[in-house]
């Protein structure tokens, strides 16, 4: 077995700049660390546990199977918070079949975002032994 250290999720956007508007305007992510000039320039966002590095320049948008998924403390504030912000809303948050609320959203590609609150009577929160 690998022993991972840590990890991110890298995404090679269309127009990079209007990327890092959407994920650090739009969104509202911190900034880890910025690297590189023009079209060598980086930005890594803090995602909770993990990265979100948005790089370099693609012809093409990301593969149409990629997803992100975002846990919230409340939905309804982030969509409240999005929707002033201008972010379109793909679906509202909605409580699913299997307890969770989800919303969904897209970045500039069309890269699909699952905003996602864990209530609180959810089998997630619960930890044996704890």
Do not use: K, N
């Not at 980086?42 to 975002?70: D, H, I, N, Q």
């Amino acid at each position: 077995m690998v022993h991972v250290l840590s990890s991110r999720i890298l995404v090679c956007p269309t127009d990079p700049d209007r990327s890092r508007a959407f994920y650090g305007e739009d969104l509202g992510l911190a900034v880890h660390r910025e690297f590189g000039t023009g079209t060598e320039r980086g930005t890594v966002y803090f995602l909770g546990g993990g990265f979100l590095e948005v790089s370099g320049r693609s012809e093409t948008p990301p593969a149409p199977g990629l997803r992100l998924w975002l846990q919230v403390g409340d939905a309804a504030a982030a969509h409240r918070e999005l929707s002033a912000r201008g972010v379109e809303i793909l679906r509202p948050p909605v409580r699913e079949p299997w307890g969770l609320i989800e919303m969904w959203i897209a970045d500039p590609d069309g890269v699909r975002i699952c905003v996602v609150e864990i209530p609180a009577d959810h089998p997630m929160r619960y930890r044996p032994g704890i």
